[in-house]
């Protein structure tokens, strides 16, 4: 089955996207936020405007998706 990538609606803080990547890699999601957040402040900003521009770009999950695990 082919993997996608979504924005998730359940568990997330902002917009979903650190939840959604962390689904997509199958990786704790709290690791994705912790280095998104690195990322932020080390490079002064740019990794905010990555996240929002990633959030306006990528689809939410459908309600029924069904997770392979």
């Known amino acids: ?6 924005k998730i609606e359940e568990g997330k ?3 979903g996207v650190c ?3 962390a689904e997509f890699f199958g990786i704790d ?3 994705v936020r912790v280095g998104w957040l690195i990322l932020t402040v080390c490079s002064n ?3 905010l405007l ?3 521009i990633c959030a306006a770009i ?3 999950k459908p309600k029924n998706t ?3 695990e």
């Not at 089955?1 to 979504?6: D, N, R």
Request: glycine share 12%; net charge positive; charged share 20%.
């Open 29 to 31: 999601p709290t690791l």
């Open 1 to 6: 089955m082919e993997k996608k990538l979504y």
């Open 58 to 60: 990528m689809p939410t």
């Open 50 to 52: 990555a996240y929002f």
């Open 66 to 68: 069904v997770d392979a």
């Open 13 to 15: 803080k902002v917009c």
């Open 45 to 47: 900003a740019p990794g």
């Open 19 to 21: 939840g959604g990547l």
